[in-house]
């Protein structure tokens, strides 16, 4: 099960994936108020420590969270203990005092399923069992959802024969988390972190302590930390608070308190030290230099530890402020350098600056950052702006919501999940407001300035270089860092070069529309309130007249300028589309197109398939017009920027990574890919020029095209602006549209050794020719869940070879295609054994369908199919596919009652004719021993 990463504690490091930040102390007020608790929160505390937490939140309606939170993670293991309380959570779901057959079984036959209705994540200092239920029939079921829990509390049986079972699961998720990323990740862990037990801890263990624990080491870990006065329930959602307190106490007060044993402490050592480093592996291709800054923070639960994070918050913004007027004197070779805080442990903090840099200019970049960090400490601010921060956050303080009337249960429960996680008061919001006002209030502009130096002053420091793949950069010495800064503190302070004032971007203006054309209403549907128009253009207008709940048109056009058209490659049609969405209309400047957008308050997205080319927006009625001329302007006076395209054709690289390579060989495997489908090369695209692609695009927008539009606006209004706008634009009749890009009948299989672990990752495609149809599409997609059960319950439970699997099936209306997806990974040598198990439930799906698990599919389906009839956004896609299957609205009139139709016996029927495992992609990535060893 995934671990779970608190939000409060996130990690982010560096430019790619984040950085930390470290908060120096300061005065508090003479007066601490302590929070208190919002009063929407029933508390408790059972006589053996236990604590409760209840909300009776009422919205949705029918939906219940229950979570068990135990303050015991990875931190809590001994040396000989690695993996432990990842291994011990996974055994929780088997069985119990009082359910021999196993928690997950028992929550099976309940309807309940992995990763919707429970699921458990555990990451370094906890460990969290989650329950989510839904409908009243889920609902009914609460009381049993306590019970299990009070299982999984203090009741579990470790068993050898379950553990060797389930080890394979938790080896395969170890599996499954290999990759350039993840060896990156950790070697990031153990440069930030250094000094403390969490790089020493990993949550998910090693290869070796997976396969040995024995279950004497998980039930010593068990007994220790799992104790009552190490726990808390949470409780939210439509539910009876004091019905509920009764049960918890029924449940729960059983055990007795326990003495616990003493805790490791959460923070690495600090000191007075300079460190030096390097990352690097053969896929990565980012060129870094990062500075950071280790610290600690006070988080104390009252108005002085508030003072301290409302500084952060100020502080944090002055240095972003600050980042950029030093961009002036950033050196060649220095792309961007940005700047992030936030926890690495217990009360630590990091200030990290990373610089992207040229693979050759990381010196420059050690040499900018630790003159930023020097200009930082030395010149002061813009006073003026600091100002205006401090007064921005007082507007925000003040704007403040002063009751959390308005959450609902999601947000109750991810937020009291926080708050209990990181061991925090949920303030209450009529405290939490008036508190922020009066201390932001009293912040001065030199405390927000002494606040951020405090972090640049810390002792503890870090520079690290990254480069692409396993080139050699020289790593300076920490002596050299340090004579480096003491050159830099020497000099005069540069001068920094003031930012020439923007010439105010000129508001552009659209040009006159084309004389008015006409339209002819071709028929009515009061019904469904939909109506049809023929423009005298030969588009068509289709109106869905019904209000939408936000109040808002929405509207598509839609045309078959797809970018699998005869006359030009797919990359050309694809690169004349988006120059030519991104430039915007012709003479105008990327800076007019984004100000003109920001001023109309309406913008036009564009997509493009192999198939369909459609623009789409969404405005109030009083825009139409408005938005319409915009579309007239930009189908007839396109323009495509010259720095655009040069852009591309500068963005343009060689990725030889595994991912990339797996990829080329799938297109290759599952399409008859012509040369009009190939990628371009270098010199290919830099044969393009704005007149050749501006051509193309001209072609494209040429085609006709359904409008489609739904919402209430006065009809009279709609159709003057079509005539005006949509109906006198020239198409050309008859135009070939684009034609799709089917997949190869027959089984196709290819292996790749090209992997840098011991993993083997399966991708797979299947499809078989099916006519689109609305109740079958629904059909499908329940029939796709309840063999997404079975194969995992046969690749996981029973062969234990996988620790997730993906599986999808879908009836797409494009290619009239039922289409599989499936993919997992697993150990390289049971590879075949997996694949065997997985082509017998394609090869008779009827065979496998398990009434529980085909149970459940039904019901999800008919629930995901009632909300989907009360979703504007869902009614209008199934407009959209009513008029181009049918040419009228009858599947937008079925729509109603398919919900109904769905039922055991149809979907059984659908799955008794298929056999997926014919028209089947398989591309298989295999690890390459050789690209093993050159891992440094």
């Given at each position: 099960?995934?671990?779970?990463?608190?939000?409060?504690?996130?990690?982010?490091?560096?430019?790619?994936?984040?950085?930390?930040?470290?908060?120096?102390?300061?005065?508090?007020?003479?007066?601490?108020?302590?929070?208190?608790?919002?009063?929407?929160?029933?508390?408790?505390?059972?006589?053996?420590?236990?604590?409760?937490?209840?909300?009776?939140?009422?919205?949705?309606?029918?939906?219940?969270?229950?979570?068990?939170?135990?303050?015991?993670?990875?931190?809590?293991?001994?040396?000989?203990?690695?993996?432990?309380?990842?291994?011990?959570?996974?055994?929780?779901?088997?069985?119990?005092?009082?359910?021999?057959?196993?928690?997950?079984?028992?929550?099976?036959?309940?309807?309940?399923?992995?990763?919707?209705?429970?699921?458990?994540?555990?990451?370094?200092?906890?460990?969290?069992?989650?329950?989510?239920?839904?409908?009243?029939?889920?609902?009914?079921?609460?009381?049993?959802?306590?019970?299990?829990?009070?299982?999984?509390?203090?009741?579990?049986?470790?068993?050898?024969?379950?553990?060797?079972?389930?080890?394979?699961?938790?080896?395969?998720?170890?599996?499954?988390?290999?990759?350039?990323?993840?060896?990156?990740?950790?070697?990031?862990?153990?440069?930030?972190?250094?000094?403390?037990?969490?790089?020493?801890?990993?949550?998910?263990?090693?290869?070796?302590?997976?396969?040995?624990?024995?279950?004497?080491?998980?039930?010593?870990?068990?007994?220790?930390?799992?104790?009552?006065?190490?726990?808390?329930?949470?409780?939210?959602?439509?539910?009876?608070?004091?019905?509920?307190?009764?049960?918890?106490?029924?449940?729960?007060?059983?055990?007795?308190?326990?003495?616990?044993?003493?805790?490791?402490?959460?923070?690495?050592?600090?000191?007075?030290?300079?460190?030096?480093?390097?990352?690097?592996?053969?896929?990565?291709?980012?060129?870094?230099?990062?500075?950071?800054?280790?610290?600690?923070?006070?988080?104390?639960?009252?108005?002085?530890?508030?003072?301290?994070?409302?500084?952060?918050?100020?502080?944090?913004?002055?240095?972003?402020?600050?980042?950029?007027?030093?961009?002036?004197?950033?050196?060649?070779?220095?792309?961007?350098?940005?700047?992030?805080?936030?926890?690495?442990?217990?009360?630590?903090?990091?200030?990290?600056?990373?610089?992207?840099?040229?693979?050759?200019?990381?010196?420059?970049?050690?040499?900018?950052?630790?003159?930023?960090?020097?200009?930082?400490?030395?010149?002061?601010?813009?006073?003026?702006?600091?100002?205006?921060?401090?007064?921005?956050?007082?507007?925000?303080?003040?704007?403040?919501?002063?009751?959390?009337?308005?959450?609902?249960?999601?947000?109750?429960?991810?937020?009291?999940?926080?708050?209990?996680?990181?061991?925090?008061?949920l303030q209450d919001p009529a405290q939490k407001g008036p508190m922020a006002e009066a201390i932001v209030a009293g912040i001065r502009n030199e405390d927000v300035?002494?606040?951020?130096?405090?972090?640049?002053?810390?002792?503890?420091?870090?520079?690290?270089?990254?480069?692409?793949?396993?080139?050699?950069?020289?790593?300076?010495?920490?002596?050299?860092?340090?004579?480096?800064?003491?050159?830099?503190?020497?000099?005069?302070?540069?001068?920094?070069?003031?930012?020439?004032?923007?010439?105010?971007?000129?508001?552009?203006?659209?040009?006159?529309?084309?004389?008015?054309?006409?339209?002819?209403?071709?028929?009515?549907?009061?019904?469904?309130?939909?109506?049809?128009?023929?423009?005298?253009?030969?588009?068509?207008?289709?109106?869905?007249?019904?209000?939408?709940?936000?109040?808002?048109?929405?509207?598509?056009?839609?045309?078959?300028?797809?970018?699998?058209?005869?006359?030009?490659?797919?990359?050309?049609?694809?690169?004349?589309?988006?120059?030519?969405?991104?430039?915007?209309?012709?003479?105008?400047?990327?800076?007019?197109?984004?100000?003109?957008?920001?001023?109309?308050?309406?913008?036009?997205?564009?997509?493009?398939?192999?198939?369909?080319?459609?623009?789409?927006?969404?405005?109030?009625?009083?825009?139409?017009?408005?938005?319409?001329?915009?579309?007239?302007?930009?189908?007839?006076?396109?323009?495509?920027?010259?720095?655009?395209?040069?852009?591309?054709?500068?963005?343009?690289?060689?990725?030889?990574?595994?991912?990339?390579?797996?990829?080329?060989?799938?297109?290759?495997?599952?399409?008859?890919?012509?040369?009009?489908?190939?990628?371009?090369?270098?010199?290919?695209?830099?044969?393009?020029?704005?007149?050749?692609?501006?051509?193309?695009?001209?072609?494209?927008?040429?085609?006709?095209?359904?409008?489609?539009?739904?919402?209430?606006?006065?009809?009279?209004?709609?159709?003057?602006?079509?005539?005006?706008?949509?109906?006198?634009?020239?198409?050309?009749?008859?135009?070939?549209?684009?034609?799709?890009?089917?997949?190869?009948?027959?089984?196709?299989?290819?292996?790749?050794?090209?992997?840098?672990?011991?993993?083997?990752?399966?991708?797979?495609?299947?499809?078989?020719?099916?006519?689109?149809?609305?109740?079958?599409?629904?059909?499908?997609?329940?029939?796709?869940?309840?063999?997404?059960?079975?194969?995992?319950?046969?690749?996981?439970?029973?062969?234990?070879?996988?620790?997730?699997?993906?599986?999808?099936?879908?009836?797409?209306?494009?290619?009239?295609?039922?289409?599989?997806?499936?993919?997992?990974?697993?150990?390289?040598?049971?590879?075949?054994?997996?694949?065997?198990?997985?082509?017998?439930?394609?090869?008779?799906?009827?065979?496998?369908?398990?009434?529980?698990?085909?149970?459940?599919?039904?019901?999800?389906?008919?629930?995901?199919?009632?909300?989907?009839?009360?979703?504007?956004?869902?009614?209008?896609?199934?407009?959209?596919?009513?008029?181009?299957?049918?040419?009228?609205?009858?599947?937008?009139?079925?729509?109603?009652?398919?919900?109904?139709?769905?039922?055991?016996?149809?979907?059984?029927?659908?799955?008794?004719?298929?056999?997926?495992?014919?028209?089947?992609?398989?591309?298989?990535?295999?690890?390459?021993?050789?690209?093993?060893?050159?891992?440094?």
């Amino acid at each position: 099960m995934k671990h779970l990463v608190t939000l409060a504690r996130r990690l982010c490091l560096l430019a790619a994936c984040g950085m930390a930040a470290m908060l120096p102390a300061h005065a508090a007020p003479a007066t601490v108020e302590p929070f208190r608790w919002d009063p929407a929160i029933q508390r408790g505390t059972l006589p053996n420590g236990l604590r409760y937490f209840i909300v009776p939140a009422s919205k949705p309606a029918d939906t219940l969270g229950i979570q068990l939170l135990v303050h015991a993670g990875s931190l809590e293991e001994d040396e000989q203990q690695s993996g432990v309380a990842h291994l011990v959570e996974h055994m929780m779901f088997h069985e119990s005092r009082d359910v021999p057959e196993g928690i997950a079984r028992r929550m099976t036959a309940m309807g309940w399923r992995p990763g919707v209705q429970y699921n458990a994540v555990t990451n370094s200092e906890r460990t969290l069992y989650m329950l989510n239920l839904s409908g009243k029939a889920q609902l009914a079921q609460w009381d049993q959802g306590l019970f299990l829990l009070s299982q999984i509390a203090g009741h579990a049986l470790i068993r050898d024969t379950s553990l060797a079972q389930e080890r394979r699961v938790v080896l395969e998720e170890w599996r499954g988390k290999l990759s350039a990323r993840e060896r990156m990740e950790q070697q990031r862990r153990l440069l930030l972190r250094e000094g403390g037990l969490q790089p020493l801890r990993p949550t998910i263990g090693t290869e070796r302590s997976i396969r040995t624990q024995p279950a004497a080491s998980l039930q010593r870990f068990y007994q220790r930390w799992y104790q009552p006065n190490n726990m808390a329930l949470l409780v939210v959602g439509a539910v009876d608070a004091a019905q509920v307190e009764a049960r918890i106490r029924h449940w729960f007060a059983e055990r007795p308190a326990a003495v616990l044993p003493q805790r490791a402490d959460r923070n690495p050592v600090l000191g007075n030290t300079l460190r030096t480093g390097r990352l690097q592996d053969a896929d990565n291709r980012s060129s870094q230099v990062g500075w950071v800054l280790r610290s600690r923070s006070d988080l104390a639960q009252d108005s002085a530890g508030f003072r301290v994070r409302l500084l952060d918050n100020l502080a944090e913004k002055l240095l972003k402020q600050e980042l950029v007027r030093y961009q002036p004197l950033r050196p060649s070779g220095v792309r961007s350098v940005v700047a992030r805080k936030g926890f690495i442990g217990g009360t630590t903090f990091t200030l990290g600056f990373a610089a992207t840099v040229e693979p050759n200019a990381h010196r420059a970049g050690m040499q900018y950052l630790l003159q930023l960090q020097h200009l930082l400490l030395a010149q002061a601010p813009d006073e003026a702006k600091l100002t205006a921060l401090r007064e921005d956050l007082l507007a925000v303080a003040r704007r403040t919501p002063r009751s959390s009337a308005g959450w609902d249960a999601q947000k109750w429960l991810q937020e009291l999940q926080n708050a209990i996680a990181d061991e925090r008061v949920l303030q209450d919001p009529a405290q939490k407001g008036p508190m922020a006002e009066a201390i932001v209030a009293g912040i001065r502009n030199e405390d927000v300035i002494a606040h951020l130096r405090g972090w640049l002053q810390s002792p503890d420091r870090l520079l690290f270089m990254l480069a692409p793949g396993l080139k050699p950069v020289p790593l300076p010495t920490p002596q050299q860092v340090l004579a480096l800064q003491a050159d830099i503190a020497a000099k005069p302070l540069p001068a920094v070069p003031q930012p020439p004032v923007p010439a105010p971007v000129p508001l552009p203006e659209l040009p006159p529309a084309l004389p008015a054309a006409s339209s002819t209403l071709l028929w009515r549907d009061e019904a469904q309130q939909v109506a049809m128009w023929q423009l005298a253009n030969g588009d068509r207008l289709v109106w869905q007249y019904r209000a939408n709940q936000d109040g808002k048109l929405r509207y598509v056009a839609e045309s078959g300028a797809g970018y699998r058209l005869p006359g030009a490659t797919g990359w050309q049609w694809q690169l004349a589309a988006q120059l030519a969405a991104a430039s915007g209309p012709a003479g105008w400047q990327a800076a007019q197109l984004r100000r003109w957008e920001q001023h109309q308050s309406l913008g036009l997205s564009q997509a493009q398939t192999t198939q369909r080319l459609t623009q789409s927006a969404s405005v109030p009625a009083d825009k139409l017009a408005t938005l319409w001329h915009y579309y007239q302007t930009r189908q007839l006076h396109a323009g495509i920027d010259p720095a655009l395209l040069r852009l591309q054709q500068n963005s343009l690289g060689r990725d030889s990574s595994a991912a990339s390579q797996a990829y080329a060989a799938l297109g290759k495997l599952r399409y008859p890919l012509t040369a009009a489908d190939q990628a371009p090369t270098p010199a290919e695209l830099r044969r393009q020029t704005p007149a050749a692609l501006l051509a193309l695009w001209q072609q494209l927008v040429a085609r006709p095209v359904t409008h489609y539009l739904s919402g209430d606006a006065r009809e009279a209004d709609v159709l003057a602006a079509a005539n005006r706008y949509l109906a006198p634009i020239p198409r050309r009749a008859n135009a070939v549209t684009a034609s799709a890009l089917l997949p190869r009948p027959g089984f196709f299989e290819s292996r790749h050794a090209i992997a840098r672990e011991p993993v083997a990752r399966v991708q797979a495609y299947g499809s078989v020719p099916m006519a689109w149809q609305g109740e079958r599409a629904l059909q499908v997609a329940t029939l796709g869940r309840a063999l997404h059960a079975a194969m995992r319950r046969s690749l996981r439970e029973e062969a234990a070879g996988v620790y997730s699997v993906q599986f999808s099936l879908k009836l797409n209306p494009d290619t009239d295609r039922l289409e599989s997806e499936w993919q997992f990974s697993t150990d390289p040598a049971r590879l075949d054994e997996l694949l065997l198990r997985v082509r017998a439930i394609l090869a008779q799906p009827a065979a496998v369908l398990d009434d529980a698990n085909l149970q459940t599919a039904l019901e999800y389906g008919r629930q995901q199919a009632a909300a989907r009839q009360a979703d504007d956004d869902s009614r209008f896609n199934r407009l959209q596919l009513s008029i181009r299957h049918d040419g009228d609205t009858r599947y937008l009139s079925r729509s109603a009652d398919l919900a109904a139709t769905l039922d055991a016996a149809s979907v059984r029927a659908l799955a008794s004719g298929l056999q997926l495992d014919r028209n089947l992609a398989l591309l298989l990535t295999l690890p390459d021993p050789k690209l093993m060893e050159t891992q440094p």
